[in-house]
């Protein structure tokens, strides 16, 4: 079975800038949550969708949003980037709303210049 | 916030067991202790988790003292692949959104 894959892998943007980041979860999972991480702030959680509604939110601004399609693919957007939004970001999937069990992805490394 | 607290770093001789602690005494009944790592480089690891009562995997075992308020993460042979941050996190059944604190850097060594 095909793991968590994360498109793209590395992105360069500039202050201002918007970025759409993509996630497609395991074949079967519908649940799909985002974090960053960060050297200074390590893994924080974003937000959490389940079809295809938000179920949990972290505490970041307005700027970070996100969906998630009848296909369980999830897309999470920054608008008006800053140099601080520079980080990895990870996508985990899992089956159902237990947390025990959430499959990670390699992460997109974004940066903002 | 922080419902955890885990020693920033062990070491641990390759082939001996690694023994992870953390407190989490402010855990309440409903929550669990779930134990995830990240490898560098790579997104965390799912390990194990458990509730009140030990629990084993092909992976780790996991103890959790009787009034719940720590556990402990045995890995019994450790090799050089287990070097890794090991995140200790309490949540509740039914919740996603998993805190992962600073965890402890664990380096095992040959």
């Known amino acids: 079975k095909a793991g968590v894959t994360q498109t793209p892998r590395y992105l360069i943007k500039t202050r201002g800038q918007q970025v759409t980041l993509s996630c497609s979860p395991i074949s079967g999972h519908r649940s799909v949550s985002w974090y960053q991480q960060t050297p200074g702030q390590g893994l924080q959680f974003l937000f959490e969708?389940?079809?295809?509604?938000?179920?949990n939110k972290g505490n970041f601004p307005g700027r970070f949003s996100g969906r998630q399609f009848s296909n369980s693919r999830s897309e999470m957007n920054v608008s008006t980037l800053e140099l601080g939004d520079s980080a990895l970001y990870l996508c985990?999937?899992?089956?159902?709303?237990?947390?025990?069990?959430?499959?990670f992805g390699p992460g997109t490394r974004l940066t903002v210049t | 916030d922080a419902k955890t607290t885990q020693p920033p770093s062990m070491d641990c001789a390759e082939g001996r067991a690694a023994n992870l602690p953390c407190n989490h005494s402010t855990i309440s009944g409903n929550e669990y202790v779930y134990w995830y790592r990240q490898i560098h480089s790579q997104g965390p690891q799912y390990i194990i988790h458990?509730?009140?009562n030990n629990e084993t995997n092909e992976m780790a075992s996991l103890i959790i003292t009787e009034d719940r308020k720590s556990s402990t993460l045995i890995l019994p042979h450790a090799t050089l692949r287990d070097t890794a941050v090991y995140y200790c996190i309490v949540l509740q059944t039914g919740a996603n959104n998993l805190f992962f604190g600073t965890g402890t850097r664990l380096t095992v060594i040959p």
């Open positions: 985990a999937s899992s089956l159902s709303d237990s947390a025990y069990e959430q499959y």
């Open positions: 458990g509730l009140k």
């Open positions: 969708y389940f079809s295809e509604t938000q179920r």
